[in-house]
């Protein structure tokens, strides 16, 4: 199960921090299943905003990079992405990603 947190309404420019915990499974499990994040506007595809591999490696949608940043905390098998001058484009609901399994999202709202 994952419950993610930390959405909000921010004006152009502000920074939120989003949290996504996974419950229900072993640590082992958690280090080697790829986490993300992903976000989808009404009409839209969702998409990748960022992802961790079980190796490590971090991939990050051209349009968040150097803006967002994607962490893990093992021992509290969470996820968090970091979302530092956020734009009017960034508004979405955004889903974190646990192996094959989504989270619930959260609305993030960014007015200009």
């Known amino acids: 199960q994952l419950q993610a947190s930390g959405g909000g309404s921010v004006q152009a420019g502000g920074s939120l921090r989003l949290s996504c915990k996974v419950s229900?499974?072993?640590?082992?499990?958690?280090?080697?299943?790829?986490k993300g994040w992903y976000r989808q506007v009404p009409g839209k595809d969702r998409e990748l905003v960022a992802s961790?591999?079980?190796?490590?490696?971090?991939n990050y949608a051209e349009s968040v990079k150097g803006r967002f940043t994607l962490s893990k905390d093992n021992a509290k098998k969470s996820t968090y992405l970091q979302m530092n001058n956020l734009k009017p484009e960034d508004t979405a609901v955004y889903y974190c990603?646990?192996?094959?399994?989504w989270g619930q999202g959260t609305q993030v709202t960014v007015s200009s």
């Open positions: 990603l646990f192996g094959t399994s």
């Open positions: 229900g499974t072993i640590l082992s499990v958690f280090w080697s299943k790829t």
């Open positions: 961790i591999t079980d190796s490590g490696e971090i």
